[in-house]
């Protein structure tokens, strides 16, 4: 069955060549594209880096150039990174970016296509991120004026806007930004760590939508609950595992428990593909 990953993070700071061989297998199987979620603008030691990255993630970074170089990603490869039998659409990831780097017009003109925000205002221990508070200096007045330029922006460029934030405890201002741009899309990841806000977003705002990145062992603990779920809502959520570059397996294992988990064809397909090319253009 033909299918996409919503939500894999690109370590990486070349083309997606030297990783496919990992991949194949998935493409063989009907894996198509992936949304690629690209740092940049980070730091260049590693030690600051890791501060506003979860810490399950920081023996999973990939390329190890990436960070030993000081460069990151060459925002030009974004335009690059497309195959002709997979489609990489890729994310601007903006937890670095600053007020004096937050004109995107660079990452337009560079072949970014969507921004993912990942917002930690304030330290999330839950996480292990330092935050926006520690590390920049910045208030979470500050944060949220400079998260609003940002979305305003990339709805002027009719991106997609991945909005990563707990709903627990930032509610308020994620209502905000769903009422305010009503005729854009966003996609609160995870669902958004509250299945009960998440629903009433969903019911209340038809640009709301959602993936199931980084849940699957809860998924595997508790199938019918989130299976129900993922079933009520299923022209909302989007197929994501929270994987890697480097490591296809995790895509792979999210893909068998929807296809072993979910009997009706039509949502699975909504799951897998429908609702990732409404929103991505494909």
């Not at 919503?6 to 009907?30: A, E």
């Not at 920049?136 to 991945?162: C, D, H, N, T």
């Amino acid at each position: 069955m033909i299918y996409f990953d919503g939500h894999v993070h690109f370590f990486w700071t070349g083309s997606f060549k030297p990783v496919r061989p990992k991949w194949q297998p998935l493409i063989d199987n009907g894996l198509r594209g992936i949304a690629a979620i690209i740092v940049v603008h980070n730091p260049d030691d590693i030690e600051n880096l890791l501060k506003l990255i979860p810490a399950t993630y920081h023996d999973r970074t990939g390329d190890p150039f990436f960070f030993n170089d000081g460069s990151g990603f060459k925002i030009s490869t974004a335009q690059n990174l497309n195959e002709d039998d997979f489609q990489i659409f890729p994310y601007l990831d903006s937890r670095f970016l600053e007020k004096e780097s937050a004109d995107l017009a660079i990452y337009r003109d560079n072949g970014f296509k969507g921004l993912k925000i990942l917002y930690v205002p304030e330290e999330d221990k839950e996480l292990g991120i330092t935050g926006w508070e520690n590390f920049f200096k910045r208030s979470v007045k500050e944060s949220e004026k400079l998260i609003i330029y940002m979305i305003e922006q990339a709805f002027s460029f009719g991106w997609p806007v991945i909005f990563h934030a707990d709903l627990r405890k930032y509610k308020d201002f994620v209502k905000e930004v769903l009422h305010t741009y009503q005729k854009h899309p966003v996609i609160i990841p995870h669902f958004g760590s509250s299945r009960r806000i998440m629903a009433e977003f969903m019911e209340q705002y038809d640009n709301c939508y959602t993936d199931f990145s980084s849940l699957l062992p809860f998924m595997k603990k508790d199938s019918k609950k989130y299976i129900d779920f993922i079933s009520t809502y299923n022209n909302r959520i989007l197929f994501g595992s929270d994987t890697v570059l480097d490591e296809p397996g995790l895509t792979a294992e999210y893909y068998y428990f929807i296809i072993n988990a979910i009997a009706d064809d039509k949502i699975r397909m909504k799951i897998l593909s429908d609702n990732y090319t409404r929103i991505h253009g494909y």
